[in-house]
């Protein structure tokens, strides 16, 4: 999922969502958890965050690997004998039905569907098997279809949590129920924006802008009941064996965007997998308590707006709009934040 952004840091994922509008995920980004609804707004990203697509290209909420070939002109498509290479395998024509045996990140190529680092493994009609650009591939949803090509999907967390391991393609454990709207969202999340807030010293209405920022108030949660995007971080990229620590229970893969000099780029990252909302909201704030490039927005605890600032500054996003955006979520007079900071 990309050339992996793996940093510890989190997913501006879902979305960058106008303040009032309701953002969805590509597949790439998010990130994040559904079908990628008519309306999308463009993405932010972290270094271990997510971000949200310019064009919808989901037809259906239905998991499926089929996918169509959709060109910007000419009437076919080579496929590539390894991903992003130029020697070739077979061609697929305009509009011809594919069904995709796995994903992986590779170089960027551009298409129908913007710039996209995943490509898809088919099988030809001649026996051959290649790889094509999933920017040029519509899917009938924003997730991965198929699984990371190489490697396998992990079971079900159980026992102890080792902590490390392979990511599955979809989630292992009970996705949260989005909220019916964002006012419903910040009711059920401010107490733990509050909780957290006493706990690590993150102000209670930077946690909930945050959350609403990247889970499109709770409706995009990668996949993973993942509020803020967090990804997992790489320990042996060959492997494909990922870190996600003690809070969560695993990671999944999972389409997002990511800014690459001024242009977005789909790629599949890895995110942190939660039971819940209450451990995806405690990770948030220790993540941010321990990691030493956040210190210095602590010295902003009673200050929402310079503590935004700061963790942007920071990274937490590379979207250089990051901070504006969840300051205007913040202080936004028809359903303000701060009132949870008292």
């Not at 910007?72 to 995709?100: E, H, M």
């Not at 006493?198 to 945050?210: E, K």
């Not at 803020?228 to 695993?250: L, P």
């Amino acid at each position: 999922m990309m050339l992996l952004r793996h940093a510890t840091a989190p997913l501006a994922t879902c979305a960058i969502l106008a303040v009032g509008a309701i953002a969805v995920p590509s597949a790439a980004h998010a990130s994040t958890g559904g079908a990628a609804p008519s309306t999308v707004t463009a993405p932010t990203t972290t270094t271990e965050a997510s971000s949200k697509p310019t064009t919808s290209r989901a037809t259906s909420s239905k998991s499926s690997s089929t996918g169509y070939i959709r060109l910007k002109s000419g009437s076919g498509l080579k496929v590539r004998r390894t991903p992003g290479r130029a020697s070739y395998v077979g061609t697929v024509r305009r509009n011809q039905a594919i069904r995709i045996i796995c994903q992986v990140n590779a170089g960027v190529a551009s298409g129908k569907y913007g710039h996209s680092r995943i490509w898809n493994r088919i099988k030809l009609s001649n026996g051959r098997t290649g790889y094509v650009a999933d920017a040029s591939v519509e899917v009938v949803k924003t997730a991965l279809v198929a699984p990371y090509c190489g490697w396998p999907n992990p079971g079900k967390p159980e026992g102890d949590n080792p902590q490390q391991g392979r990511c599955s393609s979809t989630a292992t454990v009970p996705l949260v129920d989005g909220p019916a709207d964002r006012a419903a969202f910040v009711k059920a999340a401010g107490p733990l924006a509050r909780a957290s807030s006493a706990r690590t010293g993150v102000p209670a209405s930077v946690t909930l802008a945050q959350a609403i920022l990247e889970s499109a108030s709770g409706t995009l949660t990668a996949g993973a009941n993942n509020y803020f995007g967090i990804k997992a971080r790489v320990v042996d990229e060959d492997d494909g064996i990922f870190r996600w620590e003690s809070t969560a229970v695993g990671c999944v893969h999972k389409p997002t965007y990511e800014s690459e000099g001024k242009r977005l780029v789909r790629q599949i990252g890895q995110f942190r997998m939660y039971r819940g909302m209450q451990e995806s909201f405690y990770d948030h704030g220790m993540f941010l308590r321990e990691n030493s490039r956040y210190a210095p927005a602590f010295k902003h605890s009673d200050d929402p707006a310079n503590f935004a600032r700061a963790i942007a500054k920071a990274g937490y996003a590379t979207d250089p709009s990051y901070a504006n955006l969840l300051i205007r979520l913040i202080t936004n007079k028809s359903l303000p934040l701060t009132p949870y900071d008292r």
